[in-house]
């Protein structure tokens, strides 16, 4: 499975962008897929996932209310749109999917086996 994110760009606090992970796989839409991001000088967080069927979701309290993911399985399309965004958002955005658990979002990195490259979200304030 090889997954693309892209979406990124610069914007200004309170904006919005929204991020598409693409896949290639015929296996993505029996995969749990997260948003991950990673900051200059900061560990990787798990920033919202949905499960397989979609009919689950999970986001980071920093994020809630601002943030939302969703997906499209006719399309192998995974997006997050996110509203109302902060300087702290700032961050290399990745993808990722979790072939192990369909309906089980887990924040654990370690548990997704297929990554995309990151997109950058650059917040100006």
């Known amino acids: 499975v090889q997954l693309q994110a892209s979406g990124g760009g610069l914007v200004q606090a309170g904006g919005s962008l929204r991020l598409s992970c693409a896949s290639s796989g015929s296996t993505f839409s029996s995969y749990a897929v997260g948003w991950f991001r990673q900051a200059p000088g900061k560990e990787r967080e798990f920033v919202a996932g949905i499960s397989s069927s979609g009919n689950h979701t999970n986001y980071v309290d920093s994020v809630k209310g601002r943030f939302t993911i969703s997906r499209d399985n006719a399309k192998n399309m995974v997006y997050l749109q996110m509203n109302s965004l902060k300087p702290e958002d700032t961050a290399d955005y990745y993808c990722?999917?979790?072939?192990?658990?369909?309906?089980?979002?887990?924040?654990?990195?370690?548990?997704?086996?297929?990554w995309g490259q990151g997109t950058l979200v650059t917040v100006s304030s």
């Open positions: 990722a999917a979790d072939p192990y658990y369909s309906e089980t979002i887990t924040s654990k990195s370690w548990a997704y086996d297929f």
